[in-house]
């Protein structure tokens, strides 16, 4: 085997066999301890992963269906079905984010556990599984595969929801469950019409339809998108997000807002539009309808909401919008918008998600009426939330402008009273987004110190800066040089975008 398919396989073993280590080492903070190096080793495998002739600081195109570097093994001869791993430009900044968040929350754990559920090894060793789950459908190249991996994530994640999360976390976990079984059946079905067709389960052979007919791609594409637009989550499918950030303790709101739900965009892109060309043409008006009925709902939600968790939660209904009004838009600028939309929205949100939850354990209320005069008491804090705020909200020069603002774009470029409509609404959308956040500062930040925040130490530990630190720097390196994450998806887009009639 080469380097880089060692580096593939350990970057999904490796948290497997960490998360047994875990379970099994005698000692709480030892199996923590050992947990958070296991992360860290995976964060150090997915770095060398990018590949091509251009190597670290390349920015001429990639490869689209053949990836820099894969594994692929006879998995089940019978059903001619492999073990096809690989990694590309549209895949690898998903995969560096994922390992980097759950190296984050691991060692997050070393400093405060959640109460609720059991030790801090278990949710260590849950967390970890969580990433093969993640990493491996950001890696999977074999349709069947994908979906092992894309179900792998269920189980560790309802039971981080239901044992470590708020008071009502067992029903929020339930919820949650059941709107991701309902989605796993749907890419289930559509999976099995795929392979069925097409006779084979290559991801590969598959980008560009494969010869499928049109009304196989129709069909395809409509269970597709479906079953990844509860994970996204488009509305109206997004209801059980909310109760699960709100109820989720704050490393399982990291890896929900920062990963997750990145699974379902990007298999958005990768399987829908990928395997189903013809029928993400036909659909691509409703889908860019219903992206932006989630970016004005989840805008104007946010404008009533008075619970600081929740309010960050809906406010990733109105982010995801964009990235799939940017998908809908099935132009290079579009995809290359949900690209990076989908990277700033995992540094900004977690990074948010975390803020969050450091207030409500100081504080021990997330109500915003309960929560007003943060800066002075808590000026760092105050002011690491007011960052977060303004970079989520789109401010130039940080992650959070490019994706939204080149939705928009890609919007007025596809052209059409329809598409210069959800432009306009879409832009519309970010002006909410700039009056909650806001509205959420002068709340939280300003005004007479509160009860609640009048006694809070101004300092923050160690711990929490060296996990919040990282998202910082990415959040002002993505904002000033895009080209971080576009330069290595330029290739694959337009690849992509070649085999879309």
Not at 143 to 157: A, Q, R, W
Not at 166 to 188: E, I, P, Q
Not at 290 to 309: F, H, P, S, T
Not at 472 to 477: N, T
Request: charged share 10%; net charge positive; with cysteine.
């Amino acid at each position: 085997m080469t380097f880089g398919q060692v580096l593939l396989v350990a970057v999904v073993a490796v948290p497997a066999l960490g998360a047994l280590a875990t379970a099994v080492v005698p000692g709480d903070r030892a199996g923590r301890v050992v947990g958070t190096v296991a992360a860290a080793l995976t964060l150090l495998a997915t770095l060398p992963l990018v590949g091509g002739d251009h190597g670290w600081f390349g920015y001429g195109p990639r490869p689209a269906v053949q990836p820099w570097h894969q594994v692929d093994l006879p998995w089940v001869p019978g059903l001619d079905l492999r073990f096809h791993l690989g990694v590309d430009g549209i895949s690898w900044p998903l995969v560096v984010l994922t390992a980097l968040l759950t190296l984050l929350c691991c060692a997050y754990t070393l400093w405060r556990v959640p109460t609720g559920g059991g030790s801090g090894r278990a949710l260590v060793a849950l967390l970890l599984v969580v990433e093969v789950g993640i990493l491996g459908t950001f890696l999977a190249l074999d349709l069947v595969l994908f979906f092992l991996f894309f179900e792998v994530v269920l189980l560790p994640m309802y039971a981080v929801i239901a044992g470590w999360g708020g008071a009502d976390r067992r029903r929020a976990a339930r919820k949650f469950a059941l709107y991701t079984l309902f989605g796993s059946v749907l890419l289930l079905v559509g999976v099995y019409v795929v392979v069925a067709a097409a006779g084979t389960a290559d991801l590969v052979a598959l980008t560009g339809g494969a010869g499928l007919s049109r009304g196989t791609q129709l069909a395809a594409f409509t269970l597709l998108a479906l079953a990844f637009a509860v994970k996204s989550p488009l509305w109206p499918l997004h209801s059980w997000l909310p109760d699960a950030h709100t109820q989720a303790p704050t490393v399982g709101s990291v890896i929900l807002a920062g990963v997750l739900l990145k699974m379902g965009t990007y298999g958005m892109i990768r399987v829908a539009v990928g395997v189903a060309p013809e029928g993400a043409r036909w659909a691509a008006p409703v889908l860019g309808v219903l992206a932006v009925a989630a970016i004005l709902i989840g805008g104007l939600v946010c404008l009533a909401q008075d619970d600081l968790k929740r309010l960050i939660a809906y406010s990733s209904v109105g982010h995801m919008g964009f990235v799939l009004l940017g998908i809908a838009t099935l132009t290079a600028t579009g995809l290359q918008a949900a690209l990076i939309g989908n990277i700033a929205h995992g540094v900004i949100t977690a990074l948010l998600f975390f803020l969050a939850g450091a207030v409500k354990d100081r504080a021990h209320t997330g109500s915003l009426a309960d929560l007003s005069g943060l800066r002075e008491t808590a000026p760092r804090l105050a002011g690491l939330l007011g960052f977060a705020a303004v970079a989520s909200l789109g401010l130039p020069g940080l992650a959070g402008f490019w994706g939204e603002a080149f939705a928009v774009v890609a919007a007025v470029r596809r052209g059409g009273p329809l598409w210069l409509t959800l432009a306009v609404l879409a832009a519309l959308g970010g002006a909410l987004t700039a009056a909650y956040f806001l509205r959420l500062l002068r709340r939280v930040s300003h005004g007479r110190p509160s009860p609640a925040v009048a006694g809070l130490a101004p300092g923050l530990a160690g711990a929490e800066l060296t996990a919040w630190a990282p998202l910082v720097l990415l959040a002002l390196a993505v904002g000033l040089a895009p080209a971080l994450v576009l330069s290595y998806a330029s290739g694959p887009v337009e690849a992509l975008l070649g085999v879309v009639p």
